[in-house]
């Protein structure tokens, strides 16, 4: 959305296109915040500061800088769009201090910055006239000559194919989630942009670093993993095994909960391993200490949620478990959102460099309006050298369409049965605690998918409104990422934790030359 409203502002011919109905993209579930050095004494340099700390400083520094300088008006141009933040009865950002923040970083609207972010945006887009085509799934990026000359997908509605022609062609299309087992993300989170961006030649970057955020839902099954705000644990959540003990002060006593999100996580999972964690296999996130104003303040959503589970928050404890969360790796990009491919650029969780081994809370939805607009800067910039867009073969569009008919005529294996093995597989063997061996077997195992993938069959033999044959795509671009996660999981053999980080932080007092 960012990027397109630059675009169109600019004066380019824009073209919008995205899976989902215009403004319900993933972004919406976003909670807790976005980080921005807009309050004293937190300043953009602080802001860069934990974000190269915060990912164990294999972020890229270049991506970081501009990201944490160029923040703060970002945040000015969402209030422009509509949007309007917290703000404290001397008229300044409530700002609050997410893990590893000594100054607060955190703008919020209550704990749905995400949604009304998100509808900002949406009106921001129709106030311009934005021209876009909701409900569109995309198969294949087309590269002619060296370089992205358009699209292909076709209408979630209508079932009909189209060839979109462009001069450049920006990715936000999110992460990957829905290839775990447990996770935070919406349903349309499968990997459609890191599938389509590999398959056309770019380059990934990080794709091993998968988090897992340390408070999702335990139960309902129905609700198992649903993000539960870092904010919770920020403004006083408590963390209790079965025995009422505070396990954190076992792991990070001087951290607690407000250690870092993989540091939590993995405290987490080794509670319940060690047989401390409760019946449904979680933990208790208390705020039941707190007034019940002070809750209904800053998490209502988290109260209400819970609410209709038949829980009240104010009186007893939460049940949570790591869930996955977000994908720090992506499509390789330069400070420019520029991909190793000319004319295609990314943005937002699609790709690569801002977080490094591990995301800080509240750089997620912020990275997607900094790299959102520069992407768009970029592209502009490219397509003015551009005479003509180069044409595709009628035989790469023909072999493309034949995609299709495979899945409607298919007699093997029906999607949702793949999913289900994809998503074990990750869960079991690709979470929080990984070894070679475990990395090995999920290895063969989605070799065998990708195999049964091949020839996935759909109930209904039309295009249109044709669920089966949206999951028969989606499962091939998961099984391409989770691929793809494994791979690069393996050739990784330390472990990227935080002695790592403190021995990084000795060598780049030798010179960033020795490091870098």
């Known amino acids: 959305m960012r990027a397109a409203i630059e675009a169109k ?22 909670m807790g915040g976005l980080n921005a050095a807009l309050v004293a004494p937190a300043t953009s340099q602080f802001h860069f500061d934990i974000t190269l700390e915060g990912g164990y400083f294999i972020n890229n520094q270049k991506i970081v800088r501009a990201f944490a300088d160029e923040m703060p008006e970002r945040v000015h141009d969402l209030e422009r769009y509509g949007v309007i933040f917290d703000r404290t009865d001397a008229g300044e950002f409530y700002v609050w201090a997410g893990p590893k923040q000594k100054h607060p970083l955190n703008v919020c609207v209550g704990d749905y910055t995400g949604r009304e972010m998100m509808q900002g945006l949406v009106d921001q887009a129709r106030k311009i006239g934005l021209a876009y085509h909701d409900e569109f799934f995309v198969t294949r990026l087309f590269v002619q000559h060296e370089q992205v000359c358009g699209a292909f997908g076709y209408d979630l509605k209508t079932g009909g194919t189209v060839l979109i022609y462009a001069k450049a062609v920006i990715l936000a299309t999110g992460g990957a989630g829905r290839m775990y087992e447990v996770t935070t993300n919406a349903a349309s989170n499968t990997g459609d942009g890191y599938a389509i961006a590999l398959e056309a030649g770019a380059d990934l970057i990080d794709m091993e670093m998968v988090q897992f955020h340390p408070t999702g839902m335990a139960h309902p099954p129905s609700s198992r993993g649903v993000l539960i705000t870092e904010k919770v644990r920020a403004h006083g959540g408590i963390l209790r ?38 019946k449904r296999n979680g933990v208790y996130l208390h705020v039941d200490h707190l007034s019940v104003s002070e809750i209904l303040d800053k998490f209502p959503d988290v109260h209400e949620i819970h609410r ?18 977000h994908m720090m790796g992506g499509v390789l990009i330069d400070e420019w959102a520029r991909s190793s491919i000319p004319g295609l650029f990314a943005c937002g969780e699609v790709a690569g460099g801002v977080h490094g081994a591990n995301r800080l809370g509240g750089n997620s ?46 007699s093997g294996t029906p999607p949702h049965e793949i999913e289900t093995m994809l998503k074990k597989t990750m869960w079991e063997n690709v979470g929080i605690f990984r070894d070679e061996a475990g990395l090995k077997k999920a290895q063969k195992r989605l070799q065998v998918l990708q195999t049964e993938a091949k020839n996935m069959r759909c109930r209904s033999k039309h295009q249109k409104r044709n669920r089966d044959l949206q999951d028969c795509f989606e499962v091939l671009n998961m099984l391409k990422t989770a691929d793809a996660v494994v791979q690069a999981a393996l050739l990784r053999t330390e472990s990227r934790g935080r002695i790592a980080g403190l021995i990084f932080q000795k060598l780049m007092k030798i010179g960033e030359k020795t490091l870098w």
């Open 241 to 278: 095994n079965r025995d009422g003990e505070r396990f954190m002060q076992r792991y990070f006593p001087k951290e607690m909960e407000l250690a870092k999100r993989d540091e939590v996580s993995r405290s987490i999972y080794q509670e319940v391993a060690a047989g401390r964690g409760t």
């Open 365 to 410: 939805i912020a990275e997607g309006q900094v790299f959102g607009r520069r992407a768009a800067l970029s592209a502009g910039e490219f397509i003015e050298k551009q005479k003509k867009i180069p044409a595709v073969s009628p035989e790469d569009i023909k072999k493309e369409q034949e995609k299709f008919q495979v899945f409607l005529v298919g």
């Open 308 to 325: 209709n589970i038949g829980i009240d928050i104010t009186k007893e404890p939460m049940e949570v478990y790591p869930s996955m969360h």
């Open 9 to 30: 502002e600019m004066g380019q011919n824009v073209l919008l296109v995205g899976k989902e109905v215009l403004g319900c993209a993933h972004t919406g579930m976003a």
